[in-house]
Every structure is written in C-alpha cells, then in structure tokens.
Antibody, heavy 119, light 112 residues
C-alpha cells in the first residue's frame, strides 16, 4: 500500500535550519509530485510548496520563498524539505503529501514531523 | 486570513445532516479549479474525503458528498455519527498566487 514515512521530531534554536525527510513506498516515486504542508498547533493547514521527483522542478509559496528548499533522492524514493532561518512561529507539524498533478488532491499524507523552534 | 473562507465551527446531533461551506473568489474556485475536502481526526494527518468537487475515494461512506457552484463549494454530511467529529478543510488552486494550492481555515464539526 502507498506509504509516506517522515523523519522524527526535531528541536532547533532560532536561526537554525531543519531538514525533514519523507520516504515513499508502494508506488512509483517519480509519478507523483511531493508537496509540503504545515500546521501550527491548533491552527489550519498551510501549503509550502511542491516538487516533481522526476525532474526536480519545484514551486514554493510566496511566504516561504528564499527560506525553503525541496529536494529528492530518487535512488531511495525520498523527498526532503529544508527550512532555514527558523523562528518561533515556524514551530509546527510538517506533512508531506503526494499529488498526481497541480490541480489534483493530496491523496496520501505522511504522518507528520513536529519541528519545535525553542531558544 | 485564509484565501478560502469556511465557518470556524458547525454542530449537529447524531443522525442529522450538516453542511460546511467554502467560499472563494474568481481566482480560485470561480475560475473553475477543483475543490477537494479533507477530514482531520484529532492527532492524525488529514485524509482526502472528496476530490474534484464531488468524487469520493473508495472507502469513504456515501454519507459524505460535495458540491460546487460559482465561487463556492459545500461539503454535506448526512446521518451524523460520533466518529465524524473532526476538523474539515477545503482546498483548491489559485492562479493569482503563482502556483499556489490554497486551503480554507478549517471547520470544527462537533457531534452533540
């Protein structure tokens, strides 16, 4: 079955960077875009950006441009999201989710990774 | 503020029917982009409930239905059950925000 398994929780200091991984299994990794969505505690969902695993092409939400980088390692079917210049308001759950195309739904989600920014 | 507007909360008794609205604009829902709905149970990742305005993935009960008209969409849940208590989010695409997927702010459904 389709699975997206994310790396474990992280605690970072303000100004640091964090890199979260998302390992895909149960489908052909290159056939679906990987998106990243974050959710602060008690808040709604916020889309951060997408990456096409086949080409490596990316697109980032305006709010995160300049701070986020999405990459992949196709040999191990794993996507990565790196966020730099962390602030306390970056404390959130970060989810990866796959889509078949830019208009399609997020049909499978990772379990989420809690990133805590704490001085 | 979210690009798509949802009511913060709705409630209903078991067996009743509730609807959750999702209001957008001419750059997203009104432009013809599809609306998708997600259910998020406490402490879990979201799960797609309705895709492409009206379609239920396999395994989603037919008590859940979606519709779309103009710049708005709605999720209807009939025959409410206690396990439906969750947060619900609508999602679409907005061409004014350079490739952005956009979410509603979410609606908390309470089953009384």
């Amino acid at each position: 079955q389709v699975q997206l398994v994310q790396s474990g929780a992280e605690v970072k200091k303000p100004g640091a960077s964090v890199k979260v991984s998302c390992k895909a299994s149960g489908y052909t990794f290159s056939n679906y875009d990987i998106n990243w969505v974050r959710q602060a505690t008690g808040q709604g969902l916020q889309w951060m950006g997408w990456m096409n695993p086949k080409s490596g092409n990316t697109g980032y939400a305006q709010k995160f441009q300049g701070r986020v980088t999405m990459t992949r390692n196709t040999s191990i079917s794993t996507a990565y999201m790196e966020l730099s210049g962390l602030r306390s308001d970056d404390t959130a759950f970060y989810y990866c989710a796959r889509t078949r195309g830019w208009r399609k739904d997020f049909d499978s989600w990772g379990q989420g990774t809690l990133v805590t920014v704490y001085s | 503020q979210s690009v798509l507007t949802q009511p913060p909360s709705v409630s209903g008794a078991p067996g009743q029917r509730v609807t959750i609205s999702c209001t957008g604009s001419s750059s997203n829902i009104g432009a013809g982009y599809e609306v998708h709905w997600y259910q998020q149970l406490p402490g879990t990742a979201p799960k797609v409930l309705i895709h492409d305005n009206t379609n239920r993935p396999s395994g989603v009960p037919d008590r859940f239905s979606g519709s779309k008209s103009g710049t708005s969409a709605s999720l209807a849940i009939s025959g409410l059950q206690p396990e439906d208590e969750a947060d619900y989010y609508c999602q679409s695409y907005d061409y004014m925000l350079s490739g952005s997927r956009v979410f509603g702010g979410g609606t908390k459904l309470t089953v009384l």
